[in-house]
């Protein structure tokens, strides 16, 4: 495959599990600074294709090429050091420390073992840590333990957590699932700050969450994309309608 | 200079913990006790080194190693070898058809000093041995499953097998080993009789400075960003490993810090009981040390030695009277632990403290300190700010 322009380049890929084809040959582009939304029905594949893309599954055939660096055979603390972040469907977070430590934990210097023993907590940290806090409206309580955080503060906490790494690649596994009215548009206004510098994709299900998000929609069927473009093209589809969205 | 130093003494209250701990095992006990409980005090402080590496594997890292045995034995067995060289000069075992080896090579028909005895008869060699090569051991273990991503329950087991392998394998080569007596009759080192009540005294001191000193280095480690990431894995590895750590490197380390550990307490345990023998090394050892962690509290550094010296006692008594009982009483101690005071008896003094006026003021300490992260960053914010 030859060199392209998008940050990410997803081509042919294939996962098997057991002769079940859980995403199938499947094509996508992700341009710089875009915030594109996977839709689809369960089991369409759309955690696969996460998985697959950040190292957690490994693929059967086809290339994901992250500004030209192929990563299917990457392991997975190397994609994310090359700049891909993930966040979990459900928050991920350490929750026997406090919101200052799972961010500071997060800082992407003393990431090997003696990098980590003699790591100092320097201005800098400190600096983005306050910084990315209040990005995440979490400036605070930085002292709280994380368990004691809202469901909501929790998936936020995770957020801030990747953003600490100023991954240019940032994908979310339905980042508002659980969440009240007031913390989703609270965390639409949140993605569409972050998106300023870099890619994004979510997975998500709330359709009025999408319209406020999204620049470009794809929607997954069978391991297989069935519909691609822009949110109020993808709604009139036929078959989208059909398979997903209902009359 | 002083963040690093307030780091290893764990601030005013940890300071004040060890502080206490140092008085009783450095002037009270030597003070109070007799040479020969001393004695006893001594061998238990050498388990405690291992319930300290366990703090530090398991309590912090949530690896759970049944099979810390092996590293205290190896400790143990490297020192023991060298001793027993010292011990088998030509003089002294001109009787034997070979003189010159242990005894137990001669009873064996052995008729030369095995390769592998050979950097026994240097005591830097030996010293260096004892730090590598259990070290180097537990790497092999550590390489082969965390870079597999073999953990919890599997890994205890494992852990548990090789203990019994390592014990069956030095009974089954007598001739090497010792086989199931252990290598006994040692009696000096570089000359210097260690069988006497004032050497005994010497190791006694010497064995508790190496204590004091492995809890103040676990104590950095713990609170460097290392010992952050320790409790982040426990809590959600694959939220480490997609932070962008290799989280298999990690455990390596704390499995090779802890091996070493347990090995400095294994070498300290032959020169003060004098003799090293397989009992040490096989799977009811290497699990009553789990349980001195668990009873004195699994996250707690200095709980881990209280914990040892308590359980010890007690066994000491109780086997003394009812010894066919120890074992069950023991087991039931463990499970009361876990179900009723899973953080052992520092989960105790940390509930209770603050109801005795002279223990509250001391632990009014905790809350501000979890605070002091915060006002720490502000500090620094102003600072980054001016």
Known sequence: MSNTDFVLAVEDLTVSFDGFKAVDKLNMYIDKNELRVVIGPNGAGKTTVLDLICGKTKSTAGSIKFKNRELT??????????????????????ENLTVYQNLEVSYPKGRGVFGSLFFKRSDEVVAQVRKIAREIMMEDILGMEAALLSHGQKQWLEIGMLLMQEPELLMLDEPVAGMSAKERDQTAELL?????????????????????????????HQGKILAEGAMDKVQANEKVIEVYLGH | MNETLSKILGGKQGAIGLGILAALILVLLPLGLDPFRLGLVGKYLTYAFVAVSLVLLWGNGGILSLGQGIFFGLGGYAMAMFLKLEASDPVSTAIQSTPGIPDFMDWNQLTALPWFWEPFKSLPLTILAILIVPTLFAFLIGYAMFKRRVGGVYFAIITQAIALILSILIIGQQGYTGGVNGITDLKTLLG????????????????????????????????SKF???????????????????????????????????????????????????????????????????????????????????????????????????????????????????????????????????????????????????????ETKEAGVKA
């Open chain 1, 73 to 94: 055979r990457l392991s997975e603390h190397e994609i994310v050091r090359a700049g891909v972040g993930r966040k979990f469907q459900t928050p991920s977070i350490y």
């Open chain 1, 192 to 220: 569409n700050r972050i998106c300023q510098n870099r890619s994004v994709i979510v997975i998500e299900h709330d359709m009025e969450f999408v319209k406020k998000i999204a620049h470009k929609v794809t929607v997954l």
């Open chain 2, 192 to 223: 210097w009789d260690i069988r006497t009540d004032s050497a005994k005294y010497v190791l006694y001191y010497v064995n508790a400075a190496l204590l004091i000193g492995c809890i103040l280095l676990s104590r950095y480690v713990l609170s």
């Open chain 2, 227 to 377: 010992g952050m990431l320790l409790l982040a894995m426990r809590d959600k590895e694959e939220r480490v490993r997609f932070s962008g750590y290799d989280v298999s490197n990690f455990k390596i380390f704390i499995f090779c810090l802890s091996a070493m550990i347990s090995a400095i307490g294994g070498a300290m345990f032959t020169l003060q009981v004098g003799f090293m023998s397989p009992t040490f090394i096989g799977i009811v050892p290497s699990i009553e040390m789990v349980i001195f962690a668990a009873v004195g509290g699994r996250m707690s550094l200095i709980g881990a030695v209280y914990g040892t010296l308590l359980v010890n006692a007690g066994k000491t008594m109780f086997s003394e009277t009812y010894p066919e009982l120890w074992l069950f009483l023991m087991g039931g101690l463990f499970i009361a632990v876990v179900m009723f005071f899973p953080n052992g008896l520092a989960g105790i003094y940390d509930k209770y403290a603050k109801k005795v006026p002279f223990l509250r003021k001391l632990s009014e300490e905790s809350p501000k300190a979890r605070k002091a992260e915060t006002v720490l960053v």
